[in-house]
């Protein structure tokens, strides 16, 4: 328990976590868990809660009649209502279960993950109750935590709460997301950038109609007017205070922004020294002055500016940058990109070029942005140099809020509060005497920032405002951004007090600042949770990250070796390797400590772990490209990443079981991303011309990520490369497909299985494909059906050819094997004739799925296995509770066989969802070699029946045994003639 803090108020300082000799462990009751490991702790906590709701219900005025009778129960309407409210419950629950699975370690796309346990319990009480955080009256409670929630991130990222130490004193709150708060942040910095105009021009009113300042004497408002601002001056060429009268409209586009927070209130309390006045007035005053009521075109033609302010971001920032320009009316022009370094971090020495360029111009600036962790790169900026760059252009009359993004990267910082010591990151020795009991016991090692990240971490609260997402790396649900300012007034001058939400000086609410209006007080409550039980320290989610960023790092190290040296495509990183190590030695220590090898193995081997500490992205979402070897055209890598992000996507429509892994596919744009772009595509062997790059994205959100599963990983998208370089090289071609699960004569049901007939000197034809198809008319059917019989008869294999469909040479996806089985383009069908058949007759299938799809391995690399492997698949009639069950021959090193049976009944313990996604069996007792006698290839299963192993539910090695109905294939897969 962290919360040193009472909920209902507290000094907000951000709780730590609690400290465990094996800190590893304290994650597992944080998170429900990719198998729902957690799901009984789930549903009795939340059944803990609704039954306290319920209590409060009941005693909320408890003498108050009950609505809903038990009359009104017994009726039809009642009953008839509440079953159409499960039955569509129940449908939108089958319907959902085709989402994306965020919750497995197979999801490594975008950044999203799993939600803490915590948050989401918080996020479900609070939602009970419907609080709405726009005003304190609807929301007593939540408003309370979303103020908490604002103090607890604003302390964690090293801002000042407390009053008493010293000012200025920060203030956060909770948005919709990182955009949002990205553009209130622009907001809030252009508004005060107009601010000391505003008040200078208030003290100078002398409208007749209004008489403005009528309330106020002539010598009162000279002692405004006197007030004093540090601006620079430009006979003296230093800062220094000079009275607000005297000052010139570019000193006033230039004033600090903790002088702006108190230039209204400051000049008020000169003027009271004099004589008492109503200050609303005054403040009336200013606001018809300021840029909310002028607009920026006025305030343009008022003080006759000829520039439009402008903003800096990264080349690489984030869409909500430009979209909050376009939205404030400045414009798109007055974004102003800098360039990146080749680490794609921002060029401080071009930003230096821009701001000279602005201050020579007398050209207004509003922010200067730093990124702190890009969604793209995992680049952090170095905002201790840019802030220290603010400071010189400050001296020199240029001045600028300094604007944070870390909605992906905020909860960084919580890896350098509280330092791991070495119950968190074991030593050497701890590991040898630990290696004795730790088989698995969800060790995963906490892994550094890099000590360039560090720094910048530790320099993030120079920045006057910094957006973080709790719902990224805070691991919340959504909606759940947020925004801090590191003063806190910063705040009132993006605030519109309405009556319906604001109800004095005193009232805490929260809608009447920033853009929203309504906004749930269940996302401040389940962050507020999360937080209180993880912590924001290293001990909790620095934690998390911490392992994360370790499950970066050893990703990194799959994507540099996963491509061997006779494969047809490359696999480069967009960070190059670390200082010291060239791509060969690199690779080599990967090879021989770090892939497939166990953690605790890893992380005894000093030059392993040495290794690891400086290789990788800066804040775990690894970039990388796929390209064809000896590939230059970066159109062609282009076509090829599409395919890849395809593949590993799951769109509308698409069936979820069959992504067994999903990976962001995005762009690097060419102008943007400048010199270190070019020379990435000089690593990928690509021209460095002016083409954007397509590029795959992996986050390592996943903080129990072993490192055999990330090599299995590699293994697995090592096969999805070589799938979707058929399906941009195969042209199109006449394929074979063989009978190997007939019609159900039990149910009334038209589909089949087939298997592709594989022949490897045709390239378009080294392939293992197994498909389930529906042949679409009762006639064709009976067609069929006689087919089959025909064949068995003649003792053939029941074949079937494709007929091409129409199509054009200069279609972008061509109707080869890989389009039609997969894309849309085709409607899911294609036309086959009966090969066997004297009358060639063609029907029509559809595709109902398509449990194996696997181009041939042609890697001299490739072994025979130890034992015999086997593709089991099929299905199950639901109705009459029979299935049907097929074992295919793994195709391996070649020379091998293609040998597809049929079996009597399904595998005892192979259960039905895993017979229908299908598994890869080892026949016991069965060499791996093919069975050759003399010259002759032999089928390997000579008897009826034999053991195999399989991996079954909860990674469980489960052995039974197969009882064999009928061989439907027997081919031998010969190697490549030529």
Excluded at 224 to 233: D, E, H, I, K, Y
Excluded at 517 to 530: C, D, E, Q, V, W
Excluded at 688 to 704: A, F, G
Aim: glycine share 6%; charged share 25%; proline share 5%.
């Amino acid at each position: 328990m962290h919360s040193q803090t009472d909920p209902m108020d507290k000094n907000g300082s951000a709780p730590l976590g609690d400290r465990y000799s094996d800190q590893w462990k304290a994650l597992s009751a944080w998170f429900l868990g990719p198998r729902a490991e957690n799901s009984e702790v789930f549903l009795d906590t939340f059944q803990e809660i609704f039954k306290e709701h319920v209590r409060m219900r009941k005693n909320y005025f408890p003498s108050d009649p009950a609505y809903i009778t038990q009359e009104m129960k017994s009726s039809e309407p009642y009953k008839s209502e509440i079953s159409d409210m499960k039955e569509e419950l129940m449908r939108m629950h089958q319907e959902m279960e085709q989402n994306v699975p965020f919750f497995s370690p197979r999801y490594q796309a975008h950044m999203v993950w799993d939600v803490s346990m915590p948050a989401l319990l918080g996020y479900m009480s609070a939602m009970l109750f419907n609080q709405n955080n726009v005003d304190s009256a609807g929301s007593p409670v939540t408003t309370m935590y979303e103020k908490q929630v604002g103090q607890q991130l604003c302390s964690m990222l090293g801002y000042n709460i407390s009053p008493e130490e010293r000012d200025p004193v920060a203030w956060g709150h909770i948005t919709g997301g990182g955009s949002v708060a990205n553009i209130e942040a622009l907001w809030a910095s252009r508004n005060i950038k107009f601010e000391p105009l505003a008040v200078k021009a208030a003290l100078l009113d002398e409208d007749p109609e209004v008489g403005a300042l009528t309330f106020l004497t002539e010598e009162q408002i000279k002692a405004g007017l006197r007030t004093p601002l540090m601006v620079f001056n430009k006979e003296s060429q230093i800062r220094e205070p000079t009275p607000l009268k005297h000052c010139t409209t570019w000193q006033l586009l230039n004033v600090d922004v903790d002088e702006i927070c108190d230039l209204t209130d400051n000049v008020i309390a000169r003027m009271k020294r004099i004589y008492q006045f109503p200050e609303k007035k005054f403040k009336d005053l200013v606001d018809k002055e300021n840029i909310i009521s002028l607009g920026l075109p006025g305030i343009l033609k008022k003080y006759n500016l000829n520039h439009v302010p402008v903003y800096t971001v990264p080349a690489n920032n984030h869409y909500s940058w430009p979209k909050a320009g376009t939205i404030l009316g400045l414009g798109s022009n007055a974004l102003h990109p800098i360039q990146l370094d080749t680490n794609f971090r921002q060029d401080v020495e071009h930003l230096r070029e821009v701001l000279e360029n602005f201050l020579e111009n007398e050209i207004p600036v509003i922010s200067v942005v730093a990124v702190m962790g890009s969604t793209e790169e995992s680049a952090v900026d170095p905002i201790a140099e840019i802030h220290a760059l603010r400071e010189e252009f400050k001296e020199r009359g240029l001045n600028f809020t300094l604007l944070a993004d870390g909605a992906w990267g905020g909860y960084f910082k919580t890896m350098i509060i509280d330092k791991p010591t070495a119950d968190t990151m074991p030593d050497k020795r701890r590991l040898i005497r630990a290696s004795s009991k730790l088989k698995f016991d969800g060790f995963v090692p906490y892994c550094e920032l890099s000590p360039y990240v560090q720094k910048q971490y530790g320099h993030i609260q120079l920045a006057d405002a910094i957006s973080i997402d709790p719902h990224k790396s805070g691991f919340c649900p959504y909606p759940g951004g947020s925004l801090c300012y590191r003063n806190g007034k910063m705040r009132f001058f993006v605030a519109l007090y309405h009556p319906d939400a604001y109800h004095g000086e005193g009232d805490p609410s929260m809608g009447v600042y920033g853009i929203e209006g309504s906004k749930p007080g269940a996302a401040p409550a389940g962050i507020l949770m999360s937080h209180n039980v993880i912590g924001l320290s290293n001990r909790g989610y620095g934690r998390i990250l911490g392992q994360c960023t370790a499950t970066a790092k050893l990703f990194y190290s799959m994507w540099l070796t996963v491509a061997r040296e006779d494969d047809p495509f490359v696999c480069v990183p967009l960070q190059n390797v670390p200082d010291g190590y060239d791509h060969l030695s690199a690779s080599k220590l990967i090879k021989d400590k770090i892939a497939y090898t166990p953690i605790m193995e890893i992380f005894r081997d000093p030059e392993a772990v040495k290794f690891l500490k400086l290789c990788g992205p800066d804040t775990m979402i690894n970039t990388f490209v796929v390209n064809f070897r000896d590939n230059d055209d970066v159109n062609k890598s282009n076509k090829l990443q599409v395919a890849l992000g395809d593949a590993m996507s799951i769109f509308v429509g698409t069936k979820a079981s069959r992504i067994p892994l999903m990976i962001m596919q995005t762009g690097l744009n060419a102008q943007s991303h400048g010199e270190g772009l070019r020379v990435f595509k000089k690593r990928a062997g690509l021209k460095q011309d002016d083409t954007d790059l397509n590029v795959l994205v992996n986050t390592c959100m996943n903080p129990w990520q072993q490192n055999e599963s990330i090599s299995e990983i590699g293994d697995l998208f090592r096969m999805i490369v070589l799938n979707c370089i058929g399906r941009i090289e195969d042209s199109v071609v006449k394929h074979k497909f063989v009978l190997s699960g007939s019609f159900d004569d039990e149910a009334d049901d038209r589909s089949i299985f087939i298997e592709y007939l594989t022949d490897t000197d045709v390239s378009e034809h080294q392939y293992q494909v197994s498909l389930k198809v529906e042949v679409e008319s009762l006639t064709d059917v009976h067609k069929v059906k006689e087919y089959i019989r025909f064949c068995t008869d003649q003792n053939m294999m029941t074949m079937f050819e494709t007929v091409t469909p129409s199509y054009n040479n200069t279609d972008e996806d061509i109707p080869n094997l890989y389009n039609i089985l997969h894309l849309n383009n085709w409607d899911q069908r294609f036309s086959v004739k009966l090969a066997n058949n004297l009358e060639c007759d063609i029907i029509s299938f559809k595709i109902l799925d398509v449990p194996r799809y696997q181009r041939l391995d042609m890697s001299t690399t490739v072994n025979y296995p130890e034992k015999q492997q086997y593709f089991i698949y099929g299905d199950t009639n639901r109705n009459h509770g029979n299935h049907r069950a097929i074992m295919s021959h793994v195709i391996t090193q070649l020379p091998d066989i293609q040998h597809t049976v049929t079996l009597i009944r399904k595998p005892h313990s192979l259960t039905e969802i895993m017979l229908e996604q299908g598994v890869v069996a080892e026949v016991e007792m069965v060499e791996g070699t093919p069975l050759i006698v003399g010259e002759e290839f032999r089928q390997p299963l000579q008897r009826e029946s034999y053991e195999v192993g399989f991996v079954g539910e909860l990674n469980t090695r489960i052995n039974t045994n197969i009882h064999i109905a009928e061989t439907r294939i027997f081919n031998v897969v010969q190697l490549p003639t030529v």
